[in-house]
């Protein structure tokens, strides 16, 4: 192993990646940034994953981004590779949860938001840190933190670039759930377990939705799924049976006429 990678591990319906840079608390080179959309594409690509997870190793999420060439950095603009690895994490097909131990600044913070839901060891710690640097923040990294946040609670972060810890985290909906850093394992397993058991018509069209990527065609496209499928049919006669249900509802093969997996 390299000292600065992505690693992909897929147990079950689960792929984890796992940020790994230990020199740098876990920082995001250039190489790692421009990998990561190939990881996501490869996973997208495997039928068998319903569910990711990101996290960092050795109990550091992502202390931030390697700036690397100033004057390239300030060139990218929204085009850099960072908010383009960004937003293919925040389109990805499936449900995405971020597992934050540690440090969860910058970079590491611009990743957890894009993820679906993100689940905290008591220590993470989150900060959002231009303000002390100089530099503006993406802008579609902004309205997407301002749309987690709140505007206020996002101009707080943006403005001081201060870390705030968990609890508070928690407060300001950044964070779905704090848990002991012993336990944070163990409950991303139960609900990841939990979210690949649901119906995948359901939770695909549910993140489309949410995220607004469902035009008046794509959701009438969702409903004509339902009918066709049997999964409301099967939901039903399983509730109705006290069994668990049988879903086996996939996307139809090839590229979709909407654009979305």
């Known amino acids: 192993m390299s000292d600065a990678e992505l690693t992909v591990t897929v147990t079950g319906p689960v792929a984890t990646v796992v940020i790994h ?5 876990n920082a995001m080179t250039p190489a790692m940034w421009r990998r990561l959309p ?68 910058g970079g590491g913070c611009q990743l957890a938001v894009a993820c679906d839901l993100r689940l905290a ?49 928690l407060r300001i909906g950044l964070i779905d759930e704090v848990l002991p850093a012993a336990a944070l394992a163990d409950r991303v397993a139960a609900l990841t377990a939990t979210v690949a058991e649901r119906s995948r018509l359901t939770v695909t069209a549910a993140k489309e939705i949410v995220d607004g990527r469902a035009d008046a065609d794509r959701i009438a496209w969702w409903y004509a799924q339902v009918r066709e499928s ?26 979709s006429p909407f654009g979305c997996t």
């Open 21 to 25: 840079n230990p020199a740098r608390r």
């Open 121 to 169: 060891a008591a220590d993470a710690r989150f900060g959002v840190p231009p303000a002390r640097l100089g530099l503006v923040y993406p802008a579609p990294t902004t309205r997407r933190l301002a749309r987690l946040v709140g505007p206020a609670a996002a101009k707080h972060l943006l403005f001081t670039g201060d870390l705030v810890d968990a609890e508070r985290a």
């Open 38 to 105: 190939v990881l996501l594409d490869n996973l997208e690509d495997d039928p068998a994953v319903r569910v990711l997870v990101l996290t960092g190793a050795g109990g550091t999420f992502c202390a931030g981004a390697d700036l690397g060439d100033l004057d390239e950095l300030l060139a990218a603009g929204d085009g850099s590779i960072a908010v383009a690895a960004e937003e293919r994490l925040a389109a990805f097909g499936r449900p995405t949860v971020a597992a934050v131990e540690g440090a969860c600044v």
């Open 230 to 255: 049997g999964e409301a049919r099967e939901g039903v006669a399983a509730a109705n049976e006290r069994r668990p249900p049988r879903f086996d509802w996939a996307p139809p093969p090839g590229p």
